[in-house]
């Protein structure tokens, strides 16, 4: 009713501020969907806010992430979560959440703990950095470059969620999201990493650093 009485007005632009947050998960799944709809039948240009980045993913066109009222970065939805210019917008985009560790580079490699995870630009000077990895860009692998403690497997139909930890990892609990075909053990587990699905930020400024 209260988007029905915006639109009768036939608006310029049309704010929507969280009109999902009181809906139950279903029904926020419909009405963004028939919100989407709506939006494109009128052509209106409309400014969707919203804390849920699942929801916002889902129903832009363009996406616009903020901080504390400070516009971080914008941008076509994928292209914001594929390529994150600091550590907040990739830790705010993602379903499982981002996996960040503590890190360092040293001549020209990058290391989470002893571990040497790839090659760096030699251009880049050895500091100590914030390693980001998406929970789909890990691949278990006996010659693994990347060593973690798995606790849980949790079944979730055709992917298999690993629940990880890691002294050098950033926050609660590690997820990891694989494909439900292959077979994970309780225990260490080694893994390569995807590189399309890992970022590196500068531990004081945590801006990207272009490896």
């Known amino acids: 009713v209260a988007i029905a009485r915006a639109l009768v007005k036939k608006p ?3 704010l929507l501020d969280e009109p999902l947050s009181n809906l139950d998960a279903r029904l926020r799944i419909q009405t963004r969907e028939e919100i989407r709809k709506i939006q494109q039948r009128t052509g209106i240009t409309t400014v969707f806010v919203t804390h849920d980045q699942e929801e916002a993913m889902s129903i832009c066109d363009r996406i616009l992430v903020m901080k ?3 516009a971080m970065q914008e941008g076509e939805p994928q292209e914001v979560y594929r390529d994150p210019k600091d550590l907040f917008v990739a830790k705010f985009l993602g379903t499982p959440p981002i996996n960040v560790f503590k890190g360092y580079i040293r001549n020209n ?5 002893n571990e040497k995870i790839k090659d760096v630009n030699p251009n880049i000077e050895d500091k100590n950095v914030y390693v980001a990895i998406r ?5 278990i692998d006996d ?3 990347f060593s973690l ?3 849980e497997i949790i079944t979730m139909g055709r992917d ?7 002294p050098f990892f950033v926050g609660d609990k590690i997820k990891i999201i694989i494909d439900s075909d292959i077979t994970p053990w309780i225990g260490t587990i080694k893994f390569s990493i995807r590189d399309s699905k890992l970022y590196v930020f500068d531990e004081k400024s945590e801006e990207r650093i272009a490896l």
């Open 12 to 14: 310029k632009v049309l």
């Open 68 to 70: 504390d009222g400070k």
């Open 109 to 113: 490699q990058l290391y989470i703990g």
């Open 135 to 139: 929970p789909e860009g890990f691949i």
């Open 143 to 145: 010659k693994g470059v």
């Open 149 to 151: 403690d798995c606790k």
């Open 160 to 166: 298999l969620s690993l629940v990880c930890s890691s």
